[in-house]
């Protein structure tokens, strides 16, 4: 058996379709643009490209993309401030602040002074604590997470009542993603690195989130037949036979496992492309609470 790509490029593309279409209506009909603000302190490479990657795809989908760069040895004050002008700004629905943070900000301080209503980080720590409540939901759930669970969605993946094992219970990936797991009603198992028994362990679940940061860790014998597997790893690794010299990979031996699984994400093409559409799909959700009409 050879497991279904959830293809991650092809649903996120088919999101932003959607947002695109549903940010057109809104200005049509209420003369709204949804905005996303992003805050990077510094001028870490890979952050620098993250958020370049996060206005693009806003500008593309017909949003308005706001941008403050600030610098490495900005204060936590000043920080709190930028946010709190941004709070303030109607035109913008939506605030993110790209993480890591240099050592000397406190980032949860920095998180929590986000307005809640346009966390759509989903990383504030109100919002956070709200996924871990029943029957309380909280202004937005973060990205990366909401791409998984979208995923399985669109796959006809029943959550329900099934074994979800989660490996590695990050603030803002394995952790979250476990809750919203278990607030669909999946039987929820978390494993870390020091777990005993490990494979024995995720040979249990249905669903599977690999978010564990070891490169292809999960072995195709750690997995039931038939089981849904969700790699949120991103590593790079050795190839002499790539012409860059290095291949990515996720944190499952996925050559193995598809052969055994029943859905797979591939690395890269799976959860990657789902954080940012799922991005612009909560800003889209803020800014269409904001004229009252979600
Ligand atoms: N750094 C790595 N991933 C993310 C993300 O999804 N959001 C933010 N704000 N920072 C990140």
Same mark, same amino acid.
């Given at each position: ?7 991650? %490029? ?9 947002? !695109?279409?549903?940010? *057109?209506?809104? @200005? ?18 890979? #952050? ?15 949003? #308005? ?21 941004? %709070?303030?700004?109607? %035109? ?19 998180? !929590? ?6 966390? $759509? /980080? ?5 919002? $956070? ?32 009542? @099934? ?14 993603? !476990? ?10 198992? $978390? ?5 005993? /028994? ?14 564990? /940061? ?29 012409? @860059? ?5 996720? %944190? ?14 591939? $690395? ?19 800014? @269409?609470?904001? *004229?009252?009409?979600?």
């Amino acid at each position: 058996m050879t497991a279904q790509l959830l293809d991650g %490029n092809a649903v996120s593309a088919a999101i932003r379709a959607e947002v !695109a279409d549903e940010a *057109a209506q809104l @200005k049509a009909t209420h003369g709204i643009v949804p905005g996303l603000a992003t805050v990077l302190v510094g001028e870490d490479p890979a #952050s620098m490209t993250y958020v370049e990657m996060k206005q693009e795809q806003c500008r593309k989908a017909g949003m #308005s993309a706001f941008e403050r760069v600030l610098p490495e040895d900005v204060t936590q004050e000043g920080l709190e401030a930028a946010i709190a002008e941004l %709070n303030a700004d109607p %035109n913008v629905h939506g605030i993110l602040v790209q993480l890591p943070l240099p050592d000397h900000l406190d980032e949860d301080r920095t998180l !929590a002074a986000i307005a809640l209503d346009k966390d $759509v /980080d989903g990383f504030h720590p109100t919002n $956070v604590a709200k996924l871990a409540l029943q029957d309380v939901e909280p202004a937005f759930a973060p990205c990366m997470p909401l791409g998984g669970i979208e995923l399985l969605d669109r796959y006809g993946v029943e959550i329900h009542g @099934k074994h979800a094992v989660v490996l590695g219970p990050s603030n803002i990936v394995g952790l979250p993603l !476990a809750l919203l797991l278990m607030n669909r009603g999946a039987t929820l198992t $978390v494993c870390h690195a020091h777990t005993a /028994d490990l494979p024995l362990l995720v040979r249990l679940g249905d669903i599977v989130v690999a978010a564990i /940061d070891e490169p292809r860790m999960v072995k195709a014998d750690w997995v039931k037949p038939g089981a849904a597997v969700i790699d949120v790893g991103w590593s790079r690794v050795k190839d002499e036979t790539a012409k @860059k010299g290095f291949r990515v990979v996720g %944190n499952v031996d996925f050559d193995a496992v598809q052969e055994v699984a029943g859905y797979i994400t591939p $690395v890269p093409g799976g959860t990657g492309p789902m954080t940012i559409a799922m991005l612009l799909k909560n800003t889209l959700l803020s800014a @269409k609470r904001h *004229a009252g009409i979600e």
